[in-house]
Structures are given as C-alpha cells and as structure tokens.
C-alpha cells in the first residue's frame, strides 16, 4: 500500500478536520432547529461523526481513495442501525439517554475501523492478529495525541488572548465572532496532530504504552488473588443481588482481560519473555473466569430477585462477554502448547462476536426496553412482585413504546387496586422529583426573549407538570419540539411569559408564567383578543415560534404575536 506522502497528508488531514468541524458547527449550531424530525436529525450526526471518525483513523496508513469506501460503509450502517433502533421511544433524545446505543455504537465504530484498516492494507488478511493489534493501538495513540495537541493548542489560545487583552486585543472574541471559525480551527488543529503522529509513527509507537502496561501485570494478579482467596472469609453477602458489586468485578475482569493481551503483544516475537512474567500473565489469565462467574452470579441473583431492566440486560451481556473471554484465555492457559496463540487467535474471534451483538442489540431481535418490560409484567401476573413494586415509573417515562404498552395493559387490570389506579394518568404515572428531568425539560424547552432555562428556574413546578411539559416537548412540529416558552415585558410589573404545549390531539396549549426570584411559576392562563382561553390553539402557532415569527405588538397590554395568532398572558 501506497501511504500518502508526507507533504500531502499535512493539507489533506487538516482538510479533512476543517471538514469535521464544518459539521460540528452545522450540527450543533443550525440543524438542531431547523430539522422538524429528530430522527433524521440523530442518523445525521450518527452519519457525520462515524464517518469522519474513521476516515480520520484510515487516512494516513491507507490513501483517501480507499479510506472512503470504507469509512462510508461503517458510518452507513451505524446509522441505519440506529435510526431503526430509535423507534423504539418515541423521541429520540430517550432512546439515546439509555446509553446502550452509544455503547454499541462505539463498540461498532471502534472494532470496524481496526478490521477496515487492517483490510487496506495489501500484504496481509484483513483478520490477522498482528496487523489487528497493532493498528488498533496506533489508531489509540494517534487520536490520544491529536487530542491532547487540540486541547494545548485551545490552551495556548486561550492564554494569548488574556496577554493581547492587556493592550486592548481580544483574540478569543475575534475568532468567536465568525461562526464555524472555532469549530473549523478545532477539526483543523486535531487532523494536523494526526498527521504528524503519523508521520513520526516510529519514534511514537505504541511500544512504550504496552511496556508500561505490562509492568501492572503482577500488581493485578496479586489484588485479585488477594480477593479471591479473602471472599471465602469474608462471604458473598456483599456480593449478593448487587449490580454495583457485578460491576466493579467485571471491571476488574476487563482490565485483567486488556493486560493478559498486552502481555501475549502481536506476535511469538513480541510476546512476553521473561519466564516469571509468563506465569504471572497464565495464572492472570486463569482468575478472569473466576472473575466473570462471580460477576455473573451477583448479577443472576439481582435478575432473579427484581427482574430484568436495560441495564441489568447490558451488564448480564458484558458478563456474558468477559465470561467468553475468560474462557478462551483459561482454556488456552491450560491446553499449555501454543497457549499465547490460542489467546491471539481468541482475541480476534471474540472481537468479531462483539460486533455482531453491538449491531444485534440495534435490532428488532434485541429489544431491552420489551424484555424488560414484558418480563415485569409476566412477574406481576405471576404474583411474584406487589403493584407497589411495579416499576411504574420507567415504563412510562424510560422504557419508551414497549414500557407503555405494558403500563396500558396494567391500567386494564381491575385487581390492581384504586390507589394504584390514581397513580395511573393518561397513560402515564406522575413521575419521581428529580433535578434530572427538570433538567432535561430545561434543554429540551426553546426559549425566545430570554437565556436558556436551568433546572434550578423549574423548580416550582410539580412533578405532573413537569412530566406533562416533558411529554410534549417530545412531540415535534414542522420546524422543532413539541414546546415553546416566550419571555417578554408583557406589563411594568415583572418578566411575564407564555407556554406552548402541543398536546396529545395536535392542538396547542398556551400557560401564563412569570419569572419571579429566578424561578418560572405558573400564575394564569392565555387569552386571545376575543377573550377565549388559550387552549385548543392551532399548532401553526407553535411553527411560527420555531420559524421566529414572534413579535410582542405595542399596546396598553402588549399582545403576544405568533404568525397570524394573537395571545396575551393573564393572570
């Protein structure tokens, strides 16, 4: 393979970045509002930052011309991945708050590039083991690098303005003061880095990193041989149903996981020599299975005592995945002949795996918010878990169309009781105070006259009023979110406000509010000029908002504008 020269990499990579950056910019400073579906919005950035995150990895050690290909097909199939998986909520800023999306998402992006790399190059396979590991730490070091020169470059910036500023100059505002020019500068600084990594990729190989990490090779084994032998005096009580307790140990399983393969490093050559480090990384190698069944057990009794959730469904699935690992490598340890290759080899296949179930949880054959919620519901009717314990709370707001689905089944049944019944609204229960979704409907509100809510502003409002506002912030209009708040001298007294909320049949409700000691509260309602109570308004009203058609018209009581709708607030 022909990597691109030195002279032209420069210029390309920072190109590339710039390119990034316009995006950023695009994305984070324009799109967002202008999108009416927030779907195609998520696949969008899902799209741009999967592509121009590998073919930022790719270019460099392969030639643009075979770096797009690649880069294209990764990022299209991260994002129809993800935009078929967001069906699962109705917005998707919930579907994205699970975090597993992110995680397969990042799971997928990370492993692909490595294979995408190693296929581009022309003298090896694309699965062979040592071209796999050591583009994988290279891309790890090359973008560690590139950060780090970003993050000092802003630095450097940041301190020229503060001397500039002793003479009158302000170079930071300057530079802010042309829209994508920061965004630009960012991508622009981070590709440069990148190409200088590779440019000098022999004096800045991963060799050192691996070296060091090896040298905590025998400070793993001793702690965790130190646990395993402690747990039988100290018992499994702390273990016991606790997700906590599953996941530190599946951490320390990972990091044995990640030292074990440093340890083996690509190839017989590179490999470990020195005998007493052979058997502290075979006697590591054979902890990690003990590691995963007590992390798998803590979880299983949790499962078995409260059922599945998300989360509970993610950790069991990283469970099940350490404990693969843990497997191979023991298994390998104790067939003793060729035990480092076996590992090499394991390492390859379980990668593979891991990319076929990041890309299975994006799909309908793996739904976590249905197991879930279905599982709940089958233990309720069971009679192995009290209405008081159902988890009304998630179904309704968490675990999007699957989780209401089971929470409208519930309301049907006439054995729950009527005071469980009263927690039941509208296909929904009113929710857990929580600065969360304060904050939460603290971003998602578009505001016009006024800064941006915090969650601190929201915190008069009640729990039902904060949920219903949520609800229609997640329903969208052409041009933007389901909400709209409008801040205005409406009269001398104070800061007065109105509210628009689409509700569930398509029209909008409009709320008067007031800012009083930094706080929103609710004082009235709206009226049109003819005297009708704001309710039931077109949801043409809430467009016009998103489109910046907002004026409030001179008048004894000034009148609030929406394109051809005309409100004011009233007490």
Known sequence: MDPETDARLRPLLMLLGGFAGVAAWLFADHFDDSFADPRAYMTLVVFASGFFGVLLALVGPARLGRSLPAALGIALVMAGLMYWASF????????????????????????????????????????????????????????LAAMLFTGLFWGLLTLSD??????????????????????????????????????????????????????????????????????PMRGLSD????????????????????????????????EIALPWMRIATQTLALLIPALAALALYALWLRVGQYGWTPARL???????????????????????????ARIRKANVGVALLIVAISALWLTPLMVPERIAAQDQLARYNAGRLPADALPLHELANDWG????????????????GTEFSKQLQDGGVIPRDSVKARATLARDMPVRGADPLTAAMLSDLNDTEVADWRAA??????????????MGQF??????????????????????????????????????????????????????????EVTIGPSMTPVLKLGSVEIFPHN
Request: with cysteine.
């Open 88 to 143: 699962r909520h109705d917005a998707p800023r919930d579907f994205l708050e699970m975090g597993y999306p992110g995680l397969a998402c990042f799971l997928l992006w990370m492993i692909a590039t490595s294979f995408a790399a190693a296929g581009l190059r022309n003298d090896t396979r694309w699965h062979a083991y040592d071209v796999l590991f050591d583009i994988s730490w290279r891309v790890f070091i090359r973008y």
């Open 162 to 231: 503060a001397l500039l500023q002793l003479v009158g100059l302000r170079l930071l505002s300057l530079i802010r003061s042309v829209d994508p020019l920061p965004w630009v500068l960012t991508g622009a600084v981070f590709g440069l880095a990148l190409a200088v990594v590779h440019e000098m990729r022999r004096m800045l190989s991963p060799d050192l990193l691996l070296a060091l990490l090896r040298l905590l090779v025998p400070v793993a084994l001793v702690v965790i041989a130190v646990f395993l032998l402690a747990l």
């Open 239 to 270: 273990l016991v149903g606790s997700l906590s307790a599953g996941g530190t140990l599946m951490s320390a399983a990972l990091a044995a996981i990640v030292l074990v393969t440093v340890a083996v490093d690509r190839d017989t050559d590179a």
């Open 314 to 340: 993610t950790a069991v699935t990283v469970g099940a995945v350490v404990a693969i690992y843990g497997v191979s490598f023991g298994g390998a340890v104790l067939l003793r002949h060729n035990w480092a």
């Open 401 to 416: 169309r699957p989780g209401r689905e089971v929470l409208a089944v519930l309301k049907r049944d006439p054995t729950l």
């Open 473 to 486: 912030c997640a329903r969208t209009v052409r041009g933007g979110p389901g909400c709209g708040m409008v």
């Open 491 to 548: 009269s001398d007294a104070a800061v007065k406000g109105v509210v628009l909320l689409l509700q569930d049949d398509g029209t909008l409700r409009a709320l008067s509010v007031m800012l009083m000691d930094s706080r929103i509260k609710l004082v009235g309602y709206v009226v049109t000029l003819t005297g009708e109570i704001g309710a039931g308004l077109p949801p043409s009203a809430l467009e016009a908002f998103h489109a910046g």
